[in-house]
Nanobody
Framework: QVQLVESGGGLVQPGGSLRLSCAAS????????MGWYRQAPGKQREWVAA???????NYADSVKGRFTISSDNAKNTVYLQMSSLKPEDTAVYYC?????????WGQGTQVTVSS
């Protein structure tokens, strides 16, 4: 069974940066397109960024130019470098395949952007 474990969240001031990590229990990243998603309080979960097994990345318009997705196949890990954070980036962040597979949702990691 595949497990995806997100980490790296926390409290950061507006304009700050964080790097999230997503460790997979087996070799998904070299096979599938992987994505980061987020869910803010009272809102539906939304897609944030995706990276193909070949390293091509795409971003939601709301994070383009501020977030960078990357992966390390040897470590079965996907990263999300977040910069110029805004209060509206506050959410629980999850990784999954892209499109997402229901069975792969993990606990996520909380990101709070506040002064």
């Amino acid at each position: 069974q595949v497990q995806l474990v997100e980490s790296g969240g926390g409290l950061v001031q507006p304009g700050g940066s964080l790097r999230l990590s997503c460790a997979a229990s087996r070799s998904l990243i070299s096979i599938f397109t992987m994505g980061w998603y987020r869910q803010a309080p009272g809102k539906q979960r939304e897609w944030v960024a995706a990276i193909t097994s070949g390293g091509s990345a795409n971003y939601a318009d709301s994070v383009k130019g501020r977030f960078t997705i990357s992966s390390d196949n040897a470590k079965n890990t996907v990263y999300l470098q977040m910069s110029s954070l805004k209060p509206e980036d506050t959410a629980v962040y999850y990784c999954n395949t892209h499109p997402a597979a229901g069975a792969y949702w993990g606990q996520g990691t909380q990101v709070t952007v506040s002064s």
